[in-house]
């Protein structure tokens, strides 16, 4: 098993619903931006959003076209991220995958939607939306 694990992928109709969650093996609370990527075959990958906890605070960012249907959060005690997508559409299909890197409380998650920012990575979860 690596440092990040998704799990979550499944099959849905169009207008469902999936949560993904990653589960990291390390303390990522204060120390890592956490973010959730997708990609399709000969596609590049994409930035979904990525977030940053630190004191009572947490920095998340969303990419617009998933803005009002996915939200992401964190549970700092169980070091997971989580990905929460609603109103699915055939267009989400991809594979999910989970990154991470350290950062500080000044960095955060600055440059998240660049792949290359990341230096952890999941092995990534299928997510089918089809009728």
């Known amino acids: 098993q690596g440092l990040l694990e998704e799990s979550g992928g499944d099959s849905v109709q169009p207008g469902g619903s999936l949560r993904l969650s990653c589960k990291a093996s390390?303390?990522?609370?204060?120390?890592?931006?956490m973010a959730w990527f997708r990609q399709n075959p000969g596609q590049e990958r994409e930035g979904i959003g990525s977030i940053y906890s630190s004191g009572a605070h947490k920095y998340f960012y969303l990419a617009d076209s998933v803005k009002g249907r996915f939200t992401i959060s964190l549970d700092n005690d169980e070091n997971k991220a989580f990905l929460q997508m609603n109103s699915l559409k055939p267009e989400d299909s991809a594979v999910y995958y989970c990154?991470?890197?350290?950062?500080?409380?000044?960095?955060?998650?600055?440059?998240?939607?660049?792949?290359?920012?990341?230096?952890?990575w999941g092995h990534g979860t299928q997510v089918t939306v089809s009728s």
């Open positions: 390390i303390d990522i609370y204060n120390s890592y931006c």
């Open positions: 990154a991470a890197v350290r950062t500080t409380p000044t960095e955060r998650c600055r440059g998240w939607s660049s792949p290359e920012r990341f230096a952890l």
